[in-house]
Structures are given as structure tokens and as C-alpha cells.
């Protein structure tokens, strides 16, 4: 299995448009931590990765996943609801800002689960 963290915290940091610097203030680090994470050389201890988890609000487990295609995969859903003018997120009870790590991780969950039963639908 491919160990995604080092990519994820790429993909994290320029998704949310901070450069190694800004990152490495933020978890009080150096940027050379914070490179040596992203290519892999490193992995940051458990103190930092929960750091990491709250600041980008993704759980620990997802930054071992393939966040990449799995943005890719909530952007495509979202844009079939709103093509449907049926916007997941216009639907929630609350902004999807204020969703919990939990909440965003069911959410998303819910996403893939409904994909994977379109697939099963259009192979039959």
C-alpha cells in the first residue's frame, strides 16, 4: 500500500494556498521539516500530524488515503448536485465550515458510498 502522507501534505498546503514557510510557522517548524515531510525523507511526529489533522480540519486516517483523487471525487459529486440544483452543501443544517473532522469524513463517506452504488447501477 502506498504511503500517501507526503503527497497529501503537499496537496494540503497549495490546496489552501500556503507556501513550506508559511506551514512551518504555522506548526512551529522549520521549512526544511516541512520539505523533507513532503518528499517523503521524513515523517513528522504524532504531535505534529494532529497538528497538521486540525489545521487542514482532515483526520489523522485520511492523510494516509489519496486526498487528491478524493477531492477530485467530492468536486465531481458536488458539481452533479449542483448541476441537479441540489447542492449538498446548500442541504446541510449547518455551513460546511463548521462540519467537525467527523462530520466532513461522513459526509464524504455518504459521497463515495452513493458513487459506488452508481457504479453497481450502470454496470448491471
Known sequence: MKN?????LRFLRKRN??????LANILSTTIASV????KGIRVPNLDTIQQISDYFQVPIDLLQKNLAEEDKTLHYVE???????MSIVAHLPIPFEQLT???KEKLY???????????DENKK
Open 79 to 85: 458539481t452533479i448536485y449542483q448541476d441537479q440544483e
Open 109 to 119: 463517506q455518504m459521497a463515495i458510498d452513493g458513487l459506488s452504488d452508481l457504479k
Open 17 to 22: 494556498g500556503l507556501s513550506q514557510r508559511e
Open 4 to 8: 500517501y502522507f507526503a503527497a497529501n
Open 101 to 103: 473532522p467527523s462530520q
Open 35 to 38: 520539505c523533507h515531510w513532503e
